[in-house]
């Protein structure tokens, strides 16, 4: 079972931005399909952006050109470097495969208010 800790998230004002991290652990992180995923207050939670193990990306309409993935395999580490914040992107913000295939880590909160 692979445990996943994200951090990075703050408090942030609209156009601002910040870089959020993923630490896993165990073995075969490399091999699975990476994502983001965030949920805010009454809504479900959604995938935002993925990365597969060889780099190629994809991203949610609503963060397309503003959100970037990447990972470290060595590391067992999953990155999201947001910028152009907008106040929509308050959420906490979880990392997990996709599909999921492990339990939820505690998320980072992600506010972005003036």
């Known amino acids: 079972q692979v445990q996943l800790v994200e951090s990075g998230g703050g408090l942030v004002q609209p156009g601002g931005s910040l870089r959020l991290s993923c630490a896993a652990s165990?073995?075969?992180?490399?091999?699975?399909?990476m994502a983001w995923y965030r949920q805010a207050p009454g809504k479900q939670r959604e995938s935002v952006a993925a990365i597969t193990s060889g780099g190629t990306t994809n991203y949610a309409d609503s963060v397309k050109g503003r959100f970037t993935i990447s990972r470290d395999n060595a590391k067992k580490t999953v990155y999201l470097q947001m910028n152009s914040l907008k106040p929509e992107d308050t959420a906490v913000y979880y990392c997990?495969?996709?599909?999921?295939?492990?339990?939820w880590g505690q998320g980072t909160q992600v506010t972005v208010s003036s």
């Open positions: 997990n495969a996709r599909p999921l295939r492990w339990s």
């Open positions: 165990g073995s075969l992180f490399s091999v699975y399909v």
